[in-house]
C-alpha cells in the first residue's frame, strides 16, 4: 500500500528533477532542501539502489532513476487525474444517485416527482430500492434514504420533510350500510381494518385526541393486513373503517373513495424524515436532490410543520 508519505516523497522527487535542485523542490512544497534530500535518500534506501547521482553543481538521474522517474510521472498523473474528476464530479450535478424509499410513501410521494426531476438534472441516473425494513445506509451505499416514524442514526443528517397524521377513513358505501360514527365511543361498534407488524407481530394502535392528548382506543378487527396501502384498498371497497397515515389518504380522500370521519391525529414523536449520510463535502447530486424535495413538497403544502391535511380541520 501507498502510504501519504509515501506519495509526498514521490513529489518530492518528481520536483527535485522538473528544478533540478532539492532547492527548488523545497520551493515547491514549502519546506526546507534538507528535509526533500532525506526523504529522498529515504526512498533509496526502501528501493536499495540509488535514483540520483550528486554533485556539487548538478543532479543527475541513474539509469534506475530514470527508469523509477518514468512510472512515478505516470502515477501522480493518474492520481492527479483521478482527484481532479473526483473534484469535479462532486461539485456538478451528475453520476447516481442512489434512494431508499418506503413502499407506500415511495409509490405515493417520490415516484411521481422523479420525472421531472430527471428533466432538470438530465446528467444524474436514479436508482430507487423500494423497501420498509431498515437498511445500512453506507454498507449499501445510499445516497438518500426516506422513512416514516421515526429512525436514530448518529451516522446520518436527518432533516425532517413532515408531520405524521393519521386519519380514520372508511367509503361512502360502508357508511349507508353501517351508518357514521360520531363520537370515539361508536367506534368499537364497526367493522376495522387493521395493520399487523411483520416483525413484532403486534397491532397498530388506533389513536384518538383527548384533552390534547394522544391516547390509544381498543377496538376489534374485520380484516388485518401486512401492507398499508392494502388497509386502504379494502377500506374503500366497503369493507370497514381503517387508520392510515397521511402520506396514503392523500389520493384516496381527494379522489373521493374515501372519507374522514375525524379530525386528523399527529402523534408529535413521529414524522417524515431523510436522511443521508455525514460526509465532509455533499455531492452536489445529492444536496440538488434534497432542495428539489422540499421544494415539491412545499409546493403540495406539506412542510416540517404543515401537511395538507389542515385543509381538512372543519372535517
Known amino acids: 500500500m501507498v502510504s501519504m508519505d509515501k506519495i509526498r516523497t514521490l513529489r518530492f522527487f518528481i520536483a527535485t528533477l522538473d528544478g533540478g535542485s532539492f532547492v ?9 532542501p534538507s528535509t526533500v534530500s532525506k526523504a529522498i535518500r ?14 556539487t553543481r548538478q543532479l543527475q538521474l541513474t539509469p534506475a532513476g530514470q527508469r523509477y522517474a518514468l512510472t512515478v510521472r505516470q502515477l501522480l498523473d493518474d492520481l492527479q487525474g483521478c482527484e481532479e474528476q473526483l473534484k469535479n464530479q462532486n461539485k456538478s450535478a451528475s453520476g447516481t444517485l442512489k434512494l431508499n424509499v418506503p413502499m407506500s410513501y415511495g409509490r405515493q410521494y417520490i415516484r411521481p416527482l422523479i420525472p421531472a426531476f430527471c428533466r432538470q438534472y438530465p446528467d444524474i441516473d436514479v436508482e430507487i430500492q423500494f423497501d420498509d425494513a431498515y437498511v445500512d445506509m453506507i454498507e449499501q451505499g445510499i445516497d438518500v434514504s426516506i422513512r416514516s416514524g421515526s429512525m436514530q442514526d448518529s451516522s446520518l443528517i436527518a432533516r425532517q420533510l413532515s408531520p405524521m397524521d393519521f386519519l380514520i377513513c372508511a367509503s361512502e358505501d360502508y357508511l349507508r350500510r353501517r351508518g357514521r360514527p360520531v363520537t370515539i365511543d361508536d367506534l368499537p361498534r364497526h367493522n376495522w381494518i387493521r395493520f399487523r407488524f411483520k416483525q413484532t407481530g403486534k397491532l397498530f394502535p388506533l389513536m384518538f385526541e383527548h384533552q390534547g392528548q394522544v391516547q390509544t382506543l381498543s377496538v376489534g378487527h374485520h380484516c388485518i393486513v401486512n401492507d398499508s396501502d392494502s388497509m386502504a384498498e379494502l ?3 366497503g369493507m370497514g373503517l381503517t387508520q392510515i397515515p397521511h402520506f396514503i389518504a392523500r389520493n384516496w380522500i381527494r379522489s373521493g373513495q374515501l372519507v374522514t370521519l375525524f379530525p386528523a391525529i399527529r402523534e408529535p414523536s413521529m414524522g417524515v424524515y431523510l436522511y443521508y449520510p455525514k460526509r465532509e463535502f455533499l455531492p452536489t447530486k445529492v444536496r440538488v436532490f434534497v432542495d428539489f424535495l422540499v421544494n415539491a413538497l412545499a409546493q403540495q403544502g406539506e412542510t416540517p410543520k404543515r401537511l395538507w391535511t389542515e385543509e381538512l380541520a372543519g372535517v
Open 24 to 32: 527548488s523542490a523545497a520551493k515547491t512544497y514549502g519546506t526546507d
Open 42 to 55: 529515504r526512498l533509496e534506501g526502501d528501493l536499495g539502489v540509488q535514483l540520483i547521482q550528486r554533485s
Open 235 to 237: 377500506c374503500a371497497e
